[in-house]
């Protein structure tokens, strides 16, 4: 049986609007929920599994204890509430008779105590993600959004619904859409329906990729991308398995096959510590490895790591390899910008191509 496009539906985790670092003009970018790779500097690591996920908001917590109750599983540790004990002096202004009170008369008894119980805090709620099955019924008791959903289960015209919300934006700036995740070549049912619709609708297309798919289903996908922003993690391979999980061969050769088709191309790369920062050779590596895919690369994009995402990874239930780096400054780059920039004719720039001047 044929599925067509208004039956595909995928996990979106963002749609984002009036977006101007994901390709020229003012643009809507679509994250697709799901990557084959794991990047321990991830910035978007809810895009990483291909499931349902659910953020916990520590500070909209209530601590209720909704969840736990709820929880079918028993994997919510429910709220604990940690009480001081305050030891309260009786005072006695008297025998209770109206005679004179004891200790005015010479005999001193011990005072008497009493102990109150005061809360001092409530630790919030504890969940055991390895337990967990996702069943996300304490997301449906939570009425505090506490616990939210990733993502949103949608199909293409509801993404378009969304999309061309902003379609006077994208006319009167060279923009359009921009299909990226987590990896769109993961979801190519999906990505293609998308880039058809967008083409359809008349909207400049850019493809975000790292590049790790088969070949086969992602061809029939560039006949209708406009630009490709290729992700390149690391020239090195051993480093690129420690750093990402899987192997660069496949990138490599995906990127020497994309050059082919003749649609332009951005090389995007991610300055990371002890991956490829303060390694003055990368760049030259980088001005040689472009030089190989030809006249297609039109620019060269230097993304310096930042740890805007270590909330993130703590809202999922994990941390990030690089939680507790400091973020890299544009300065500090400005070395590799010069090199690549003299390396050849393609646009090369710090944080990514700016759509709107």
């Given amino acids: 049986m044929t599925i067509s496009d208004s039956d595909i539906k995928h996990l979106v985790t963002h749609i984002q609007h009036f977006s101007v670092n994901d390709g020229p ?12 790779l794991n990047c321990a500097w991830c910035h978007n690591p809810e895009n990483i ?24 599983e028993n994997v919510i540790i429910p709220p604990r509430i940690q009480y001081v004990e305050n030891p309260v002096q009786s005072v006695r202004f008297g025998d209770g008779d109206g005679s004179i009170p004891t200790s005015l008369r010479g005999h001193h ?32 008791v939570c009425t505090h959004d506490a616990l939210t959903f990733v993502s949103t289960l949608k199909s293409v015209e509801d993404i378009f619904d969304d999309v061309l919300k902003d379609d006077i934006f994208y006319k009167s700036s060279g923009g359009g859409f921009t299909v990226s995740g ?10 293609l329906a998308l880039l058809k619709r967008a083409k359809k609708e ?26 490709i922003m290729l992700d390149i993690k690391s020239l090195d391979d051993q480093k690129h398995k420690k750093w990402t999980g899987v192997s660069n ?16 191309m951005r090389l995007r790369l991610p300055i990371i510590h002890s991956v490829n920062f303060w390694d003055i050779q990368y760049p030259k590596d ?32 994990r941390k990030g390899y690089f ?24 646009q090369t720039t710090i944080g990514g191509l700016i759509g709107v001047q």
């Avoid at 003009?25 to 084959?36: A, E, M, Q, S, W």
């Avoid at 953020?55 to 109750?69: I, T």
């Avoid at 987590?182 to 990505?191: A, C, K, Q, V």
Wanted: hydrophobic share 35%; glycine share 8%; aromatic share 10%.
């Fill in 109 to 140: 008894p011990p005072p008497a105590f009493s102990v109150e119980k005061e809360i001092e805090a409530i630790d919030p709620p504890r969940i055991d993600r390895e337990k967990c099955t996702r069943c996300m019924v304490c997301v449906d």
């Fill in 323 to 346: 939680d507790t780096f400091p973020n890299i400054f544009r300065k500090e780059i400005e070395d590799y910008k010069d090199i690549i920039r003299k390396g050849g004719p393609w």
């Fill in 202 to 227: 008349g909207l400049n297309t850019v493809l975000d990729t790292c590049g790790f798919a088969n070949w086969n289903s992602s061809q029939p996908i560039l006949e209708y991308v406009d630009l």
């Fill in 25 to 36: 003009g003012i643009r809507t970018t679509v994250f697709l929920k799901g990557c084959p």
């Fill in 182 to 191: 987590g990896e769109p070549l993961m979801h190519p049912d999906m990505t």
């Fill in 286 to 317: 980088i001005v040689t490895f472009a030089r190989t895919l030809g006249k297609n690369i039109c620019g060269i994009d230097l993304l310096p790591f930042h740890n805007f995402a270590a909330k993130k990874f703590g809202n999922i239930g």
């Fill in 249 to 264: 061969q496949l990138i490599l050769e995906n990127a020497k096959k994309m050059s082919q088709t003749g649609i332009p």
């Fill in 49 to 72: 599994h291909t499931f349902q996920e659910f953020f916990y908001h520590e500070d909209k917590c209530v601590k209720c204890g909704d969840c736990a109750e709820h929880c079918p």
